[in-house]
């Protein structure tokens, strides 16, 4: 409140000066000007009368030129607004490479409404590019699936096709329609995720037994691969979403199996630094390339760009990872190399109570 008022003191004073710095002009251009306007006349008034016109020419002038000013600076302020106006209609019809380019006074209150415009143009634009990706992605990932769909099933219609080939078809198709099935069921999550609306019910429960029992449950699949899975879990108490973790551990450790050649070894760790859950998902996997790892909590991005689009999944996986861990408060972060495996971080904040179950 104190800077409020010595801002607007300061203002207040600077426009005194400024008044006081066109009186004292107009003032000396009368004193200058009517002695020559007598003399021209060959005449000259009474000391009153003489005063009296020098007070009025002073005042005419004081007023010419405040309103001199007045008007250059509406001139310019209403130019300015015109500009925002027509930004503003541009973005209303969808056009959001606008920008604003006037140089102006840093001390403009006007300038500060530019600067916001800009920034909104330049966010809405990042915000459109990102939806027409979104819409691509989405209309690219259901096109594949409908396609292997659409011509097995004309392929299974030939009278003349086997048992086995058409079994084999049938299949496929199965299999087309189980990954439709999924990336719908995807969508509506991370979108629920995203609304802010998804049900999110927070309990203190062992987090260790979590990990251990999302292990157990994936068994089959890593002993198929002959892989070694090597666990090392502290006892952490957390607090949060107990069926939403369990979906991040499930990804993450899916993944892992998924990218792990047979043979391989998969670590899982759990320990607490400085007030916060670390949990480490590492494998020895083909691992990432750099512009990989940039990219990899990106929705419908793909790493592994060699896998079939049937064995790949969609790309939202990780996206959905993401968004509940930060929900929980939490961050994760990747570090790999190609052919070096793949550490996924996960850290998340604990509070010191007891499970509830």
């Known amino acids: 409140m104190r800077k409020s008022f010595l801002a607007r003191t300061r203002t207040v004073v600077l426009i005194l000066l400024a008044a006081a710095a066109i009186m004292l002009l107009c003032t000396y251009a009368a004193y200058t000007a009517l002695p020559f306007l007598y003399s021209l006349l060959g005449a000259e008034p009474g000391p009153y009368w003489k005063q009296a016109v020098f007070a009025t020419v002073v005042f005419i002038l004081f007023i010419g030129c405040v309103g001199a000013i007045s008007s ?84 299974i219609k030939q009278e003349n096709l086997s048992a086995e080939a058409r079994l084999r078809y049938i299949t496929i198709i199965e299999t087309e329609s189980e990954r439709l099935s999924k990336i719908s069921d995807n969508l509506l999550k991370l979108t629920s995720l ?49 069926d939403l973790m369990s979906q991040v551990w499930i990804n993450l450790l899916s993944n892992a199996i998924k990218f792990t050649p047979d043979g391989g070894t998969i670590r899982i ?22 512009e990989d790892r940039q990219h990899v909590f990106e929705r419908f991005y793909k790493a592994d760009k060699s896998r079939t689009a ?5 790309g939202l996986g990780l996206s959905i990872v993401q968004k509940i861990i930060e929900m929980h408060g939490g961050k994760i972060s990747v570090e790999s190399r190609p052919g070096e495996g793949t550490v996924f971080l996960v850290e998340l904040p604990l509070e010191t109570r007891e499970p509830d179950a």
């Not at 760790?269 to 750099?290: F, Q």
């Not at 049937?310 to 969609?314: D, E, F, N, P, V």
């Open 269 to 290: 760790g759990l320990s607490t630094r400085e007030g916060r859950a670390r949990v480490t998902v590492a494998d020895t996997g083909i691992g990432l390339t750099e």
């Open 310 to 314: 049937s064995g790949g999944g969609s």
């Open 194 to 242: 995203e609304s802010k609306h998804h049900p999110f019910e927070q309990v203190a429960y062992r987090l260790d037994k979590q990990l251990r029992s999302v292990v157990l449950a994936n068994e089959p699949k890593w002993l198929e691969q002959k892989l070694d899975m090597e666990v090392e879990l502290e006892p952490v108490t957390f607090r949060g979403d107990r």
């Open 72 to 155: 250059l600076m509406s001139k310019k302020h209403m130019l300015v607004w015109d500009m925002i106006q027509d930004a503003m209609r541009r973005m209303a019809k969808g056009d959001f490479s606008v920008s604003i380019d006037l140089p102006m006074d840093e001390k403009d209150r006007l300038r500060t409404i530019v600067s916001n415009v800009n920034l909104m143009a330049a966010e809405l634009g990042a915000l459109e590019k990102m939806r027409q990706e979104f819409i691509s992605n989405v209309s690219h990932e259901i096109q594949s699936p409908l396609t292997s769909i659409q011509g097995f099933a004309k392929a």
